[in-house]
C-alpha cells in the first residue's frame, strides 16, 4: 500500500488520502498552500465512495446481463474536475479480498491538480 507522503510527491498531487467504503475520511496529507482543507476532503471522500459503490453495481450489473467478465470489481477511477481531478484506487483491498483476508485496507486517493497532473505514475504509486 503506498505511503501518503510518496503519493503527495507525485506531479500535480495536492493531496493524498485514505477513506473507508463508507466515505468517511481516515487520514490524509495536503500540500502547503494547497486550496484544500480536511472538510473539502470528507466531502470528496464521500464522493468518492458513492461512485465506486455505482460503478461496482454498473459492472456487476453489465456482467450479469451480457455475460462478459472482467469489469467488476472496479479497481480504480479517475474524477476530472475543472481544475482538479481524483484519483482513487481499491486495487489493495481487491488483492486482499481475494486473498481471502478477513480485514480490507482502505481506499487511497490522490487530488491532482489538472496543468500539472501525471495520472499513469499516479496509477502507478497507487497500486504499489
Known amino acids: 500500500m503506498a505511503k501518503l507522503d510518496s503519493l503527495l510527491a507525485l506531479p500535480g ?6 477513506f473507508r467504503a463508507s466515505g468517511e475520511l481516515l487520514t490524509q496529507e ?5 486550496p484544500l482543507d ?12 458513492a461512485n465506486m459503490s455505482i460503478c461496482n453495481m454498473q ?3 453489465w456482467e450479469a446481463i451480457t455475460g462478459m467478465k472482467g469489469f467488476f470489481p472496479v479497481r480504480e477511477f479517475t ?6 481531478s481524483v484519483v482513487v484506487s481499491s486495487a489493495q483491498r481487491e488483492a486482499q479480498r481475494a486473498a481471502g483476508e478477513p480485514t480490507l485496507a482502505p481506499y487511497q ?5 489538472n496543468p500539472k497532473a501525471d495520472y499513469e505514475a499516479t496509477f502507478a504509486a497507487l497500486d504499489k
Open 13 to 18: 498531487a495536492l493531496a493524498a488520502f485514505e
Open 30 to 34: 495536503i500540500a502547503p498552500n494547497a
Open 38 to 49: 480536511p472538510e473539502i476532503l470528507d466531502l470528496v471522500c464521500h464522493m468518492c465512495a
Open 59 to 61: 459492472t456487476r450489473g
Open 79 to 84: 474524477l476530472v474536475g475543472f481544475d482538479w
Open 109 to 113: 486517493g490522490v487530488v491532482l491538480a
